[in-house]
């Protein structure tokens, strides 16, 4: 093979290399098959334990004659300590890799043995512990093409035909060169991408945390779902039988999907902060229940100084009233359900008492009062529940603007799919089960088990995994989540993981799962 084969199979195997190390590791590997070299290290440029200087990390370490493969994909650690490229902001002489990172000139040796202008020490002490004879050396500086160090290729003993060891030529030393500029580039593009990875992840969660500043139980769920979405995905992955056995996730798939996990509320940013902390139904920048206990304050002072009224006529009348100011604080607390024999006890209230303030007489209740009393179901009035629903408008009107890789291009699916329910009577597009994928339908579940569970949110008592589950099981069988999935979620005991690391002790709970509404028949 000559050398532009070499280097047309060099570069397909470089470009398609995905693992870091396995990249360093065909480097050297092809680096020591141009040179015909015996043995070999390649170093990567990291930053020493005070990160003020830089520093040499082994990376891949190969000998032939000693079957020695250390480091890279060969799963044995290396246990050398980094070289730090200078010492006390010099040079450290006492290697030649990092005189070669430090001046980014090749150090060519025909003999080890003979030469006086490097300090041999360490390597001669290697020799006579593997018994080994390190000859001729050749040390190389990684740079990319805008002249900064990706890392140092160290090759030792060429040989010749016959097997004799030989120094390396102008010849190998002009390919390696090519070679390593090469693999610099390569490696730049690939850490260049690295970094944009990490930024546009790092943004996801600043996303999170801008909501948190928000909303701390808003941002605590935009935490969780993260957790629980990657939770249930490696759980469906590593299923073996049933209707996800053929459900396959790679590495580049679980960060695609972790990428949206974290952003999957983030429209919440729009979302006006006294909508999503409302934990009283009056509460709107402050809650309203002052002013009605107020009003109530005048009117038992209007019926204790009417003249209308006897002494126990008096006494029956403030009873009743305490008692339907209890009744309208209860119901400003928001609840799972608010029937309509409350409901109309709110309007009887409003509209038998007035009362005299500033001359004026007025209902004891406002109307906007009384139309936030009546919500049937938590404290968001049918206004706000519509104003919170639209944060998913926001979320993929971000996401959906956004120009993501071809690698994330399912983000803005995944994530936008949490509120829909496989009926299709879900929002904001009313998908139904096929028209989602299980990466969405996943995400669904996991918004849905935080919410019940969360033991933080202002407006609502935290429930626990027994609660939680049997709601989930009649969604299920409403077909409002994926039955499959949620088979997993139970079977594979996806909720305990979760609880162990978030919930309160309180709410970890026995759960039988043949108890659970459509499991009768679960084996026990």
């Known amino acids: 093979m000559n050398n532009i084969e070499h280097f047309v199979e060099i570069g397909n195997a470089l470009s398609t290399e995905k693992n870091h190390y396995a990249l360093l590791e065909k480097i050297l590997q092809r680096a020591m098959l141009l040179a015909n070299a015996d043995a070999g290290t390649i170093y990567s440029v990291t930053k020493n334990e005070d990160e003020n200087q830089q520093a040499l990390v ?37 290697a030649m890799v990092a005189i070669a990172a430090a001046t980014r000139d090749i150090i060519n040796i025909e003999d080890v043995y003979a030469s006086t202008h490097y300090d041999f020490t360490a390597a001669k002490a290697m020799d006579q512990r593997n018994n080994y004879h390190t000859k ?119 960060h695609e999907l972790s990428v949206a996990a974290w952003l999957h509320d983030c429209g919440k940013v729009a979302t006006p902060e006294y909508v999503m902390d409302k934990s009283k139904k009056l509460e709107t920048v402050f809650d309203r229940m002052a002013l009605v206990s107020a009003r109530f304050e005048i009117a038992a002072r209007d019926i204790t100084y009417s003249t209308k009224h006897s002494d126990i006529g008096k006494l029956s009348l403030l009873k009743t009233l305490e008692s339907d100011r209890k009744f309208i604080e209860h119901a400003n607390t928001g609840g799972e359900f608010f029937d309509d024999e409350k409901i109309n006890r709110v309007y009887k209230i409003a509209k038998h008492y007035k009362v005299s303030i500033a001359g004026v007489l007025q209902p004891i209740l406002s109307e906007d009062e009384v139309h936030n009393l009546i919500t049937k179901r938590g404290t968001l009035n049918p206004k706000e529940r519509q104003i919170i629903n639209d944060h998913m408008k926001v979320t993929i009107e971000m996401l959906e603007s956004m120009p993501f890789p071809k690698h994330l291009k399912n983000v803005p699916e995944y994530a936008c799919g949490h509120h829909e329910k496989m009926d299709g009577t879900g929002y904001p597009k009313g998908l139904k089960r096929d028209e989602m994928s299980v990466q969405a339908r996943i995400m669904a579940i996991a918004d849905i088990f935080e919410a019940l569970t969360s033991n933080d949110r202002p407006y609502k008592a935290p429930k626990t995994l027994s609660e939680t589950l049997t709601i989930m099981a009649r969604m299920k069988l409403d077909q409002h989540i994926d039955p499959d999935l949620f088979d997993v979620f139970l079977e594979q005991k996806v909720y305990i993981k979760f609880a162990e690391k978030f919930l309160d002790s309180s709410q970890i709970d026995e759960v039988s799962i043949n108890q659970l509404p459509g499991y009768e028949n679960y084996p026990k």
Request: hydrophobic letters at 40%.
């Open 136 to 254: 001729s050396v050749l040390t190389m500086p990684m740079q990319n093409h805008q002249q900064e160090l990706n890392g140092v290729i160290q090759l030792i003993n060429a040989t010749d035909e016959q097997g004799n060891i030989i120094a390396f030529s102008e010849d190998v030393i002009r390919t390696i060169s090519a070679l390593t500029s090469f693999a610099a580039i390569i490696l730049t593009n690939k850490q260049l991408i690295d970094s944009m990875e990490q930024l546009f992840a790092s943004f996801s969660q600043v996303i999170a945390a801008a909501i948190d500043r928000k909303s701390p139980y808003t941002g605590n769920h935009c935490r969780r779902v993260p957790e629980i979405t990657m939770m249930l995905a490696q759980a469906c992955h590593d299923v073996d039988n049933g209707p996800l056995q053929e459900f396959a996730m790679q590495a580049e798939d679980f």
């Open 58 to 94: 082994f990376d891949t370490v190969l000998n032939n004659s000693l079957n020695y493969h250390l480091g890279g994909t060969s799963g044995s650690p290396i246990d050398f300590a980094p070289i730090n490229i200078y010492q006390h902001g010099e040079t450290n002489q006492s």
